[in-house]
């Protein structure tokens, strides 16, 4: 084993990605094409501020106000931009309703594309192999596994996300949540339940 | 299809307060600081307009598609993903002309060897 001494170069631990990223950030910062506190930026605005809240504050504004629940689902992206979130790398975003008698679930079979100014990034299982084949072919089995059993007289209808839109699911308000307030309501709406893969809780689950 | 809970997410989940970290999507959001990194560079890149999203996408697309098929047990491995993602990246960074294939290899072997280091991170 060698001696420490000053100068000495140490291999990194880090694994290979890592240090490809490093690599191309310090190059690209190097070229005058990025700043890495832009990068910081968007790294903590992805951590902190963007998440499924915010879709689930959308959701429970279109539970109160029949003009807003019009409007979001005729004019998806104008409507959640309303709200002051958007930004979905140029792609609109569709809103689809649930209803009694229609479940809405969303996959993106080709890669990951979902709805981030509503949903922040999307969970490890919608990036996985499994979901976004399997979701298409069979989706009630797949809802099943997620603890959603859904009556054989519900259609299910499959949307696969593609680089123009990215759908959001608006569950159904559950029953019982009449005098409940807006804010009250956010509380219920949960991210799973804008993707399709569960209901909107209701107030005695989520206690 | 549920994630997994290894004995590590067992105590990230009950860290609270100033030591929580980010589970706005009721997981963490990047497994490692480099994946949001390569998310990161991805994004800025695109909204500086060096390059294209949907250009990136496509890559995105034929990286995941092209990815030898891991074992089921190893499918959903969050950091293969990024891993990917990185990959269509780098590629889209050298065909854009943003970078070279050659100074990028010695970047990435100048941090492998410790020669350059960056704690910024």
């Known amino acids: ?52 809240l915010n879709g689930a504050k959308v959701v429970a504004r279109a539970w109160v106000d029949p003009e807003y629940h019009r409007r979001l689902l005729e004019h998806g992206t104008e409507a959640i931009a309303d709200m002051g979130y958007q930004g ?12 009694p008698t229609v479940h809405n679930v969303v996959v993106c079979t080709l890669c990951s594309c979902y709805p981030w100014p509503v949903l922040g990034l999307p969970p490890a299982w919608y990036k996985s192999e499994a979901y976004r084949s399997r979701t298409v072919i069979e989706p009630r089995a797949v809802l099943r596994e997620f603890g959603l059993e859904l009556d054989e007289s519900v259609e299910v209808r499959v949307w696969d996300s593609s680089a123009d839109v990215r759908y959001m699911v608006l569950p159904e308000r559950p029953t019982g949540t009449e005098s409940l307030s807006e804010a009250e309501l956010v509380e219920l ?19 | 299809m549920s994630s997994t809970d290894s004995a590590a997410d067992q105590r990230i989940a009950y860290m609270d307060g100033d030591s929580a970290l980010p589970r706005l999507n009721g997981e963490l959001v990047f497994e490692a600081p480099w994946e949001g990194r390569a998310f990161g560079l991805a ?35 969050p950091s293969a993903y990024y891993e990917r993602w990185l990959a269509a990246l780098a590629r889209l960074a050298v065909s854009e002309g943003l970078v070279s ?10 941090y492998a060897s410790g020669e350059r280091e960056d704690d910024h991170w």
């Open chain 1, 1 to 52: 084993m060698s001696g420490e001494h000053e100068g000495e170069h140490h291999p990194s631990p880090e694994p290979y990605a890592a240090l490809r990223t490093r690599a191309l950030e310090s190059l690209l910062v190097e070229k005058g094409l990025i700043a890495s506190d832009v990068i910081d930026e968007i790294v903590r605005t992805f951590e902190q501020d963007i998440g499924p």
């Open chain 1, 88 to 99: 979905a790398q140029g792609a609109d975003i569709v809103v689809l309703e649930n209803t």
């Open chain 1, 189 to 207: 709406v949960t991210r799973d339940s804008m993707i399709g893969v569960a209901k909107a809780g209701s107030p005695a689950v989520v206690a």
């Open chain 2, 43 to 77: 994004v800025a890149l695109t909204d500086q307009g060096a390059c294209e999203w949907e250009d990136f996408r496509a890559g995105l697309i034929a990286e995941i598609a092209d990815a030898p098929s891991a074992p089921s047990d190893q499918a959903d491995v």
């Open chain 2, 101 to 110: 294939q050659d100074e990028l290899d010695l970047r990435t072997g100048e």
